[in-house]
């Protein structure tokens, strides 16, 4: 694959770079190292760019590599604060904070970063909708799918880039349903969590809804700030109201119906609901 046209590394995270490798033994770090471990960075980088769709590069080529999204946004301040550092890309290291800050954006702020690698908005609409997906779990979803996606037929290499990425996208699923105020244009963001599960509980993304509640599931079980009850009792009392309102022929009922289904049988969301049932 050719390599994404990120700007080389600066001094400064050359010499840091240096400094680290010769910490020990007073040994600079070889060139071939160093082109080594900037492929390695560079692969990363295009990974966790493809997984959320986000970039550092205001003004990319006009024409996109297969390494590249066709559509990103821009995080000019993330951009900022790696610069500081000597970075021109993204690592593991300032993955979660990148993809925190893109949460952070409203649906105004993410239309109007939008770059294009080497395409035209108008020929690929739905990547438009998927990069500037404002609200916070849904975009959290998709990015969980096309992790998903990844992995499938990958090497060893890949599948360790996605254990990264599932654990920040997980990570930042537990934050938004337990500081949901922190993002804008959100509404009622434990909402979200029933109505993404209304919408794909059934078809192609099925599997993938289930594992990621899951895992939202048994990250928040095993979190030392908070607890199951305290984060997952508004999504049931949103449940509730939804089966107040909701017509008996509705299609929906079903949905709701199956969402209470899929709690009952999750190990660590079942206490939650009995907890909540309780007279």
């Excluded at 954006?105 to 990547?127: A, I, K, M, R």
């Excluded at 009392?237 to 009952?264: C, G």
Aim: proline share 5%.
């Amino acid at each position: 694959n050719p390599i994404p046209s990120v700007p080389p590394p600066n001094d400064v995270w050359l010499d840091n770079l240096s400094m680290e490798g010769g910490s020990s033994t007073n040994v600079p770090i070889s060139e071939s190292e160093i082109s080594r471990i900037v492929q390695e960075q560079l692969e990363v980088n295009a990974f966790i760019q493809n997984v959320f769709l986000i970039t550092i590069e205001e003004n990319p080529n006009e024409t996109a590599t297969d390494d590249h999204p066709i559509i990103s946004v821009y995080l000019k301040e993330m951009t900022d604060q790696l610069l500081i550092d000597g970075l021109t890309w993204f690592d593991w290291n300032t993955v979660h904070q990148a993809v925190f800050s893109r949460l952070l954006l409203s649906h105004t702020d993410l239309t109007e970063n939008l770059v294009y690698f080497g395409s035209s908005p108008q020929s690929h609409t739905s990547l438009v909708q998927e990069a500037t997906e404002h609200r916070v779990l849904w975009f959290l979803f998709d990015s969980y799918k096309r992790c998903m996606e990844a992995k499938r037929g990958a090497d060893s290499r890949i599948l360790e880039y996605s254990a990264q990425a599932e654990r920040c996208i997980i990570n930042n699923s537990v934050t938004c349903l337990i500081s949901g105020d922190l993002y804008s244009d959100q509404g009622i963001v434990h909402a979200q969590l029933v109505e993404l599960f209304v919408a794909n509980h059934i078809g192609a993304s099925s599997g993938a809804l289930s594992r990621f509640i899951e895992e939202i599931g048994s990250a928040v079980w095993d979190h030392e700030d908070t607890t199951p009850d305290e984060v997952f009792y508004p999504v049931l009392e949103y449940l509730n109201n939804r089966f107040k309102s909701i017509h008996i022929y509705d299609t929906q009922l079903f949905a709701l119906v199956d969402f209470v289904t899929f709690f009952a049988r999750q190990p660590h969301l079942m206490g939650v609901l009995m907890s909540f049932n309780k007279p």
